[in-house]
């Protein structure tokens, strides 16, 4: 088995699904400019990726290793290839639901597949958390791709214009050389499921892990950073726009400093958990993320529209407010890896099947009451609620780092192990 070229076709498939997942924000924008939709009618486009992502990892996370990881990530793969092309071919917002259904659909199967196909690959935990860390750096890197991918296909002179949906050509032929390169990458799945169990005792053993009180504080940690994170990814774009006032290619385009940011600190958080604990390191990430939010809203005021706007005469809360994307980064990878490396191998795809569902309430939670409150007040009201899922991910993780040394000495079948830092 190769594991560099299984690497590169797991870092390939997440490339693709970075640019989709988070294209939300975006096709959000243009769908309220190209279709007449309204903001709160928009915002179900979250809800249509998120719902299905939840729905799917709970009836199929626990049977994934009995299908494959392989076959599950192609899978993945030939539905959203097929939904891109859908896209330019049969314009409309129930085609964007359309979509994000598909999206969601195949995330579920291909985030399981690939998180469990990272137990597969990493010889100690060390190693795990340096591969979940690139694997997240390398999503980033996708989201801020994908931002300046649709920035391109974006017509600012005419918001009622559908050119943008010619992306989705480029996007469908991503998926299928991703398909390709995945199909011809051999892959050993032994030791991921525990023979004689049946599918009804694989399914009920993965409810029971949340019964732990170390699992249960983990999704709720996960359900809360999520909540945020896609609480402004989400609407960044429309924050540009309507609060301060950047065209609605501009605006796309500055939301990439915001994913920027997260690959730059996901990328290099790797470096940083290998000399100190993760505990105060996501604590200080946290308390900079609130005194951003505190310190940069402010610079929002009253900005008025220029005409002649340009990245030279922008409102500086344009670069500064999506620098929160830097601080937010580790926080992720780093309780995934805490509590995956904790389990068996065999136990990694029902825990990550856990971890998604509540990733995606997180992030539908997140999207819908950030647009609500978008639409009732203003976007600076919307963005400063973040406050309190900030506080509550503190706390979260004052009790998370408690139950990991508490429980994370061993795992769930009995194993001694070492607890993870």
Request: charged content about 10%; proline content about 5%; glycine content about 8%.
């Amino acid at each position: 088995m190769n594991n560099q070229r299984i690497l590169l076709s797991l870092f390939a498939i997440y490339l693709v699904f970075a640019i989709l997942l988070n294209s939300v924000g975006t096709v959000i924008l243009q769908v309220i400019n190209s279709y007449g939709v309204s903001k709160s009618a928009a915002s179900v486009l979250e809800g249509f990726k998120d719902i299905p992502i939840g729905i799917v990892s709970f009836l199929v996370a626990s049977q994934l290793p009995r299908f494959g990881f392989k076959r599950a990530m192609l899978t993945g793969l030939g539905i959203v290839t097929a939904a891109c092309l859908c896209m330019p071919l049969l314009p409309g917002f129930w085609t964007a639901k359309l979509l994000f259904l598909c999206v969601g659909v195949s995330f579920a199967l291909v985030k399981v597949a690939v998180y469990s196909s990272i137990g597969l690959l990493a010889g100690d935990r060390k190693e795990h958390a340096g591969m979940v860390n690139t694997l997240e750096g390398v999503f980033m890197v996708g989201v801020l791709g994908g931002y300046w991918l649709f920035s391109a296909f974006i017509d600012s002179a005419d918001p009622t214009s559908t050119a943008w949906l010619n992306v989705y050509w480029v996007l469908a032929g991503i998926c299928a050389l991703a398909f390709v390169l995945l199909w011809t990458t051999e892959m050993d799945e032994s030791g991921t499921r525990v023979d004689g169990d049946s599918p009804l005792q694989e399914f009920f053993a993965m409810l029971r892990l949340v019964a732990k009180p170390l699992v249960c504080i983990y999704v709720i940690s996960a359900f809360v950073y999520v909540l945020i994170e896609q609480g402004i990814g989400t609407w960044l774009p429309t924050f540009n726009n309507e609060i301060l006032k950047l065209p609605a290619a501009m605006s796309v385009q500055a939301t990439s400093i915001f994913a920027a940011g997260l690959a730059v600190g996901r990328l290099g958080a790797g470096a940083i958990m290998r000399r100190m604990h993760w505990y105060p390191v996501l604590n200080s990430c946290l308390l900079a993320m609130a005194a951003l939010v505190v310190l940069t809203l402010p610079l929002a005021d009253n900005v008025q529209a220029n005409p002649e706007i340009n990245w030279l005469n922008a409102p500086v809360a344009a670069f500064i407010l999506p620098l929160i994307g830097l601080f937010m980064a580790p926080i992720y990878p780093a309780i995934n890896s805490v509590m995956l490396s904790s389990l068996p191998k065999h136990q990694h795809s029902a825990m990550t099947g856990l971890l998604v569902i509540f990733s995606a309430l997180g992030g539908t939670t997140g999207s819908l009451i950030t647009g609500s409150v978008f639409e009732a007040y203003d976007g600076q009201f919307a963005f400063y609620l973040s406050l309190v899922p900030i506080g509550m991910i503190l706390l979260s993780l004052y009790f998370f780092r408690r139950a990991v040394e508490r429980d994370g000495g061993a795992d769930f079948t009995g194993v001694a192990a070492s607890a993870p830092h």
